[in-house]
């Protein structure tokens, strides 16, 4: 009978108004005679928020029932974005409560927005995992997320005097989206020692004490899915003093402020997301987080598990870990140390438990990105961790050289443990050991893995225990709700939205490539993204930009790799003919709008000298009366997942342009390419697999290809190199102090005239550079140029995180969706 007193349905415009009106007058406490957008923004979502936690706490209540294998995706970055748009895809009535909010005199648009972006993350990576479990509640899988709560997501960029300024992000003033569960809590332990003792069976085992303890909290987030009622949680841990640390007795002899530090020290571990895409290298915190969130995402799972009491056994049968990165390495000698030391299984019973249980996910081959742990770090935080790490290595080497007598370096090659001094910890390796699968983000990315950096762990374990899944993103936020015009078209074609649940059936629309009616409206949609982008430009850089111009957009995380610096010489290359030709040949010029976005970690300077040179650029073209439309330099000030949403369905071009063999995968190429873009890009990452789907014809691809990158490289030193020409005259206006102080760029431009050209910028110029010219004319002809992008959209259907986490689900998992049922 108690289920009839659930919360209040809305079905009407009329229902949904008094909701809000009673969340802003009740929950929020506030007069609705002064209810503002943010007031209108909380009380929407609280009136969703009703309706979601009904679904999950049913979700949760049939899962467990179920009692089918869970995936646990560790991952310390959820780009998350906002929620209240999705919320609303997923419950229904986006309509009622449109109308519902333009009755109480506001626009859904501005309420929308009102949100922050939940920002938990750096890039890539991070908003992969927002994909994956959003795909994950879609297709009903069993599944929790779980991270840290930040209290500082990822910082808010601002420019000034075309510098990077980084400020704080707190986000968490007030969130309706998550639910504190002071009844969760998990004590978590740091330092002290380990001592060895005979337990009542006579058995030595070894005891971790005398640590540090902090707590974990739990908050939760309800997960959505589309088209069903499964809502999954994303389980955030949050950093606090143990009772014991805020000590009464310390409190009360006077050492208040003693008392207080201890407290402030335990929440310093959950408090700042890392702005690195790479490595905060060796500190301390860092690592710290690492344990706790390990540590006390492994407890709760162990908890959960233990409630079935199932033999031990079972465990790889109920459980499947999935490491996004090396990142969550430590959950691998923390699982092992739970079931020997804690439950007291034996080593081996334990470890095939551990092995079984654990996939990991690697994300990149960039030798400096790869993550390593001095032994002195781990021994002094993580005494027992580094015993048992030693032993998984001991036991490891002792089978490698039982199969592999005669191969002499190949020990000291693949130990877990680097002889450098000091020691370090290779987690990647940690990784490969204790999962039984290994994967790379694309076919080419996973091919590299298995003949670089993991080439003698094939070797050992054979080619089976890798494998590939290609990257997808959810055609939820990134087609319907980035660009609801083109979603509306797709289905008035297809007859349903069925396609935001099956992404395949987008081929169907490859039918009205011809369709007069069709074609017009596909270009109209995205001019007027476009009309949108220039609005919005022009209100945050204060920039005026035609939108009949080819937009051109190049939005990432900043890194040399990632070569936004050959985009920028491309642009100077560009300003310098323009500013040559004849005023009859300018007629001629295609028109064009350069776009930038995006961070620097706060200590790479090559990135922050990047971001500089734009904006340097920006000033001079931006106000060069010669120049007028032909050519602008916009960058846009804090590239984030909300921007990236008014973005992607703008461009008509987007650049992917790293070094072949250093883009693992890109996801953002999907992006734009599902809205109606086209790419230049390099033969890298996922770009190959687009190639492949859409058809040669339909991209622009320049460049070296990976398999020569090491001979171009072994070239800047070992033979006579000529630079191109184009790049050097470049290279001498930025030098002759056009863009200002040339001594600012000075490094930017010697690591490619004197230190070797890493990234082979100079090698790719005059081809990426003809490519544009190709680009150009292409534009030109809008009629070829609509026929490319249209057939591009409708290929696109591999590239759904749906298929994507399929594929886990299939090859590395092993876990079947469980259905919804209409009662819980
Ligand atoms: C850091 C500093 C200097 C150069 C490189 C790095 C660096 C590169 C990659 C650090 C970490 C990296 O890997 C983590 C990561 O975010 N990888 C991204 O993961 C995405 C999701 O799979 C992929 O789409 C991106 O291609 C990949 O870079």
Same mark, same amino acid.
């Given at each position: 009978?108690?289920?009839?007193?659930?919360?209040?349905?809305?079905?009407?415009?009329?229902?949904?108004?008094?909701? $809000?009106?009673?969340?802003?007058?009740?929950?929020?406490?506030?007069?609705?005679?002064?209810?503002?957008?943010?007031?209108?923004?909380?009380?929407?979502?609280?009136? #969703?928020?009703?309706?979601? $936690?009904?679904?999950?706490?049913?979700?949760?209540?049939?899962?467990?029932?179920?009692?089918?294998?869970?995936?646990?995706?560790?991952?310390?970055?959820?780009?998350?974005?906002?929620?209240?748009?999705?919320?609303?895809?997923?419950?229904?009535?986006?309509?009622?409560?449109?109308?519902?909010?333009?009755?109480?005199?506001?626009?859904?648009?501005?309420?929308?927005? !009102?949100?922050?972006?939940?920002?938990?993350?750096?890039?890539?990576?991070?908003?992969?995992?927002?994909?994956?479990?959003?795909?994950?509640?879609?297709?009903?899988?069993?599944?929790?997320? +779980?991270?840290?709560?930040?209290?500082?997501?990822?910082?808010?960029?601002?420019? $000034?005097?075309?510098?990077?300024?980084?400020?704080?992000?707190?986000?968490?003033?007030?969130?309706?989206?998550?639910?504190?569960?002071?009844?969760?809590?998990?004590?978590?332990?740091?330092?002290?020692?380990?001592?060895?003792?005979?337990?009542?069976?006579?058995?030595?085992?070894?005891?971790?004490?005398?640590?540090?303890?902090?707590?974990?909290?739990?908050?939760?987030?309800?997960?959505?899915?589309?088209?069903?009622?499964?809502?999954?949680?994303?389980?955030?841990?949050?950093?606090?003093?143990?009772?014991?640390?805020?000590?009464?007795?310390?409190?009360?002899?006077?050492? +208040?402020?003693?008392?207080?530090?201890?407290?402030?020290?335990?929440?310093?571990?959950?408090?700042?997301?890392?702005?690195?895409?790479?490595?905060?290298?060796?500190?301390?915190?860092?690592?710290? !987080?690492?344990?706790?969130?390990?540590?006390?995402?492994? #407890?709760?799972?162990?908890?959960?598990?233990?409630?079935?009491?199932?033999?031990?056994?079972?465990?790889?049968?109920?459980?499947?870990? !999935?490491?996004?990165?090396?990142?969550?390495?430590?959950?691998?000698?923390?699982?092992?140390?739970?079931?020997?030391?804690?439950?007291?299984?034996?080593?081996?019973?334990?470890?095939?438990?551990?092995?079984?249980?654990?996939?990991?996910?690697?994300?990149?081959?960039?030798?400096?990105?790869?993550?390593?742990?001095?032994?002195?770090?781990?021994?002094?935080?993580?005494?027992?961790?580094?015993?048992?790490?030693?032993?998984?290595?001991?036991?490891?080497?002792?089978?490698?050289?039982?199969?592999?007598?005669?191969?002499?370096?190949?020990?000291?090659?693949?130990?877990?443990?680097?002889?450098?001094?000091?020691?370090?910890?290779?987690?990647?390796?940690?990784?490969?050991?204790?999962?039984?699968?290994?994967?790379?983000?694309?076919?080419?990315?996973?091919?590299?893995?298995?003949?670089?950096?993991?080439?003698?762990?094939?070797?050992?374990?054979?080619?089976?225990?890798?494998?590939?899944?290609?990257?997808?993103?959810?055609?939820?936020?990134?087609?319907?709700?980035?660009?609801?015009?083109?979603?509306?078209?797709?289905?008035?074609?297809?007859?349903?939205?069925?396609?935001?649940?099956?992404?395949?059936?987008?081929?169907?629309?490859?039918?009205?490539?011809?369709?007069?009616?069709?074609?017009?409206?596909?270009?109209?949609?995205?001019?007027?993204?476009?009309?949108?982008?220039?609005?919005?430009?022009?209100?945050?850089?204060?920039?005026?930009?035609?939108?009949?111009?080819?937009?051109?957009?190049?939005?990432?995380?900043?890194?040399?790799?990632?070569?936004?610096?050959?985009?920028?010489?491309?642009?100077?290359?560009?300003?310098?003919?323009?500013?040559?030709?004849?005023?009859?040949?300018?007629?001629?010029?295609?028109?064009?709008?350069?776009?930038?976005?995006?961070?620097?970690?706060?200590?790479?300077?090559?990135?922050?000298?990047?971001?500089?040179?734009?904006?340097? $650029?920006?000033?001079?073209?931006?106000?060069?009366?010669?120049?007028?439309?032909?050519?602008?330099?916009?960058?846009?000030?804090?590239?984030?997942?909300?921007?990236?949403?008014?973005?992607?369905?703008?461009?008509?071009?987007?650049?992917?342009?790293?070094?072949?063999?250093?883009?693992?995968?890109?996801?953002?190429?999907?992006?734009?390419?599902?809205?109606?873009?086209?790419? %230049?890009?390099?033969?890298?990452?996922?770009?190959?697999?687009?190639?492949?789907?859409?058809?040669?014809?339909?991209?622009?691809?320049?460049?070296?290809?990976?398999?020569?990158?090491?001979?171009?490289?072994?070239?800047?030193?070992?033979?006579?190199?000529?630079?191109?020409?184009?790049?050097?005259?470049?290279?001498?206006?930025?030098?002759?102090?056009?863009?200002?102080?040339?001594?600012?760029?000075?490094?930017?431009?010697?690591?490619?005239?004197?230190?070797?050209?890493?990234?082979?910028?100079?090698?790719?110029?005059?081809?990426? %550079?003809?490519?544009?010219?190709?680009?150009?004319?292409?534009?030109?002809?809008?009629?070829?140029?609509?026929?490319?992008? %249209?057939?591009?959209?409708?290929?696109?259907?591999? #590239?759904?995180?749906?298929?994507?986490?399929?594929?886990?689900?299939?090859?590395?998992?092993?876990?079947?969706?469980?259905?919804?049922?209409?009662?819980?």
């Amino acid at each position: 009978a108690w289920k009839k007193f659930s919360v209040k349905e809305f079905k009407t415009k009329e229902d949904f108004e008094k909701e $809000v009106v009673r969340h802003v007058e009740t929950t929020l406490a506030r007069s609705i005679f002064n209810c503002d957008e943010s007031a209108a923004y909380n009380g929407t979502a609280l009136a #969703f928020r009703d309706r979601l $936690v009904i679904e999950w706490n049913k979700t949760q209540q049939q899962q467990t029932y179920a009692d089918q294998k869970r995936v646990y995706y560790l991952s310390l970055e959820f780009l998350m974005g906002r929620a209240l748009d999705n919320a609303m895809l997923n419950v229904g009535m986006k309509d009622v409560a449109k109308d519902g909010l333009a009755d109480l005199g506001f626009r859904m648009e501005d309420v929308i927005s !009102q949100e922050r972006d939940a920002a938990l993350g750096n890039g890539g990576l991070g908003r992969l995992a927002a994909c994956f479990l959003d795909s994950l509640a879609t297709l009903n899988y069993p599944a929790w997320g +779980y991270a840290l709560r930040y209290r500082y997501g990822i910082f808010k960029q601002e420019i $000034v005097d075309g510098y990077q300024v980084e400020v704080p992000d707190y986000w968490l003033d007030f969130n309706p989206w998550e639910f504190p569960r002071h009844d969760v809590t998990v004590d978590i332990q740091f330092y002290g020692g380990v001592r060895k003792i005979k337990n009542e069976a006579g058995k030595t085992v070894s005891v971790w004490e005398n640590g540090e303890i902090v707590t974990a909290v739990a908050y939760d987030a309800p997960v959505p899915g589309y088209g069903t009622s499964t809502t999954n949680n994303l389980r955030l841990w949050s950093s606090k003093a143990s009772h014991g640390e805020f000590d009464f007795t310390k409190f009360n002899s006077g050492e +208040y402020e003693a008392s207080v530090a201890d407290q402030q020290r335990a929440e310093t571990i959950s408090a700042v997301l890392y702005p690195n895409d790479s490595l905060e290298r060796g500190k301390e915190l860092r690592l710290k !987080q690492q344990y706790f969130w390990c540590a006390a995402s492994l #407890f709760d799972i162990v908890r959960r598990f233990k409630k079935s009491k199932k033999a031990w056994s079972e465990f790889p049968n109920q459980v499947a870990i !999935q490491l996004n990165d090396t990142h969550p390495t430590l959950a691998i000698p923390e699982l092992q140390r739970i079931l020997i030391d804690v439950e007291g299984l034996e080593w081996d019973e334990a470890w095939s438990i551990v092995q079984k249980t654990f996939g990991y996910t690697n994300h990149t081959v960039l030798p400096e990105a790869l993550e390593k742990w001095s032994v002195p770090l781990i021994q002094h935080l993580l005494p027992r961790h580094l015993q048992i790490i030693y032993d998984i290595n001991l036991n490891f080497l002792t089978y490698v050289e039982r199969n592999f007598p005669k191969d002499r370096d190949l020990l000291g090659r693949v130990s877990i443990i680097e002889e450098s001094q000091p020691k370090m910890v290779r987690m990647a390796y940690l990784a490969v050991i204790g999962s039984h699968k290994v994967n790379g983000v694309a076919e080419l990315h996973s091919d590299l893995i298995k003949t670089t950096i993991f080439k003698d762990f094939v070797k050992i374990y054979g080619p089976d225990k890798f494998t590939n899944v290609t990257n997808g993103i959810t055609p939820r936020r990134w087609l319907h709700q980035s660009n609801p015009r083109l979603s509306k078209l797709i289905a008035s074609k297809l007859g349903s939205y069925e396609f935001l649940s099956d992404l395949t059936l987008l081929h169907k629309i490859e039918a009205y490539v011809d369709d007069k009616a069709f074609r017009k409206e596909f270009q109209d949609i995205k001019f007027a993204n476009k009309v949108r982008l220039a609005n919005f430009i022009k209100e945050a850089q204060g920039i005026t930009v035609n939108p009949a111009s080819l937009f051109d957009v190049q939005v990432k995380r900043i890194h040399e790799y990632k070569r936004q610096q050959l985009n920028i010489f491309g642009v100077i290359h560009r300003y310098f003919e323009i500013k040559e030709m004849s005023p009859a040949e300018r007629k001629k010029v295609q028109p064009r709008v350069s776009i930038f976005g995006g961070k620097a970690a706060p200590g790479y300077w090559m990135a922050k000298t990047i971001i500089h040179l734009v904006n340097q $650029v920006g000033k001079v073209v931006n106000n060069d009366p010669e120049i007028g439309d032909l050519l602008k330099v916009v960058f846009l000030e804090d590239y984030n997942v909300s921007k990236a949403e008014i973005i992607c369905p703008a461009s008509d071009i987007s650049e992917h342009i790293s070094t072949a063999g250093t883009e693992a995968s890109g996801t953002s190429n999907m992006k734009f390419v599902l809205n109606g873009g086209l790419v %230049i890009g390099t033969c890298d990452g996922a770009n190959i697999e687009i190639t492949r789907e859409i058809g040669e014809e339909n991209i622009f691809l320049f460049g070296n290809l990976a398999e020569d990158v090491e001979d171009l490289r072994h070239a800047h030193f070992y033979s006579e190199f000529k630079m191109d020409p184009m790049l050097q005259r470049v290279f001498d206006e930025i030098r002759s102090g056009v863009f200002g102080d040339a001594g600012q760029f000075s490094a930017l431009v010697n690591s490619i005239v004197e230190h070797g050209d890493y990234y082979l910028v100079s090698d790719d110029f005059k081809s990426y %550079i003809d490519t544009h010219k190709l680009i150009d004319e292409a534009y030109k002809d809008q009629e070829t140029w609509l026929t490319k992008t %249209i057939t591009s959209v409708a290929r696109m259907g591999f #590239f759904s995180s749906d298929r994507c986490i399929d594929e886990y689900a299939e090859m590395i998992w092993n876990i079947e969706p469980v259905k919804p049922t209409s009662n819980g």
